[in-house]
């Protein structure tokens, strides 16, 4: 028997990079997987990878520039499949050209960022909830960022919205438990998605590696292992967790990089 035999599930923006790995993840251990993004196509091509490894998934809109589409997608599953038990909010994005720091980003590029990071993560949360009431326990799990548990000297918005889910997630937790919600968040850290890689010379990524102790960037595949733990029974006794899966970045002393450093030089 697998650990979410018979479970529906909800992965937003997962036709690649985190959103993909958690919706195969989910989908090997038993869920009906719904793929919600914004491609039709590229979510079919998914879909035919998890029928093809005897999973079971299905396609539903979720638009990230169509707000009714947030909680629209929560409430076309449910009338389809008569509940949700899992909802993994993965969809989070920043505009690099508007994000910046606190002196140079403009108060409505900031609140643009982080209302769009923090209203689907709220509304597809707020409609599973409504629609669990007759139904039994829903697992929600969020996904944040270890930028919004670290300041950071850029991406403002973008850490101002995760630390925002991450309050958002407790809230959720404390207020949803008695009638069996749970709400957990997972922070990455650097995940080496395909983004990433397009956008990190091989010079930064050296750099980077010497403030992750465990000398990696992570995978998907680690992000979704959090995720599988959180939406499954394994963590039936947990709710408003905080789980940074980052390599043990920002445990050391602030002088950890520098003595990397000095080591690699000999």
């Given amino acids: 028997m697998s650990l979410l035999d018979n479970k529906i599930a909800v992965v937003t923006a997962s036709t690649r990079g985190i959103g993909r790995a958690c919706a195969l993840k ?5 869920a009906k997987v719904y ?48 509940r949700i038990d899992i909802l993994v909010n993965n969809y ?83 207020q949803g438990a008695r009638q069996g919600v749970r709400c957990n968040v997972v922070c990455p850290g650097c995940i080496a998605t395909d983004a990433v890689a397009k956008n990190m010379t091989e010079d930064f990524v050296k750099a980077f590696l010497t403030t992750i102790p465990l000398n990696r960037l992570g995978e998907p595949e680690d992000i979704a292992n959090a995720v599988l733990f959180y939406a499954s029974d394994m963590s039936a006794y947990v709710t408003g967790g905080v789980m940074e899966v980052s390599g043990g970045t920002g445990i050391g002393s602030p002088m950890y990089p520098l003595y990397q450093m000095m080591d690699a030089r000999g």
């Fill in 26 to 30: 989910l989908a090997a251990e038993g």
């Fill in 35 to 82: 793929i919600a993004a914004r491609s039709a196509e590229r979510s079919r091509e998914l879909i035919d990878t998890v029928e093809k490894e005897g999973g079971h998934a299905a396609y539903v809109r979720f638009d990230a520039a169509d707000k009714a589409t947030y909680a629209g997608c929560i409430r076309e599953v449910v009338e389809r499949e008569g």
């Fill in 92 to 174: 989070g994005s920043t505009d690099v050209k508007r994000d910046f720091d606190v002196a140079n980003t403009a108060f409505d590029d900031m609140q643009d960022i982080v209302m769009d990071n923090l209203r689907s993560v709220y509304e597809t949360s707020q409609a599973a909830m409504a629609a669990m009431k007759d139904t039994g326990g829903l697992a929600i799990v969020n996904i944040a960022s270890v930028g919004g548990v670290f300041p950071d000297l850029s991406r403002e918005a973008y850490g101002l919205a995760k630390a925002a889910i991450i309050r958002l997630s407790k809230d959720i937790a404390l």
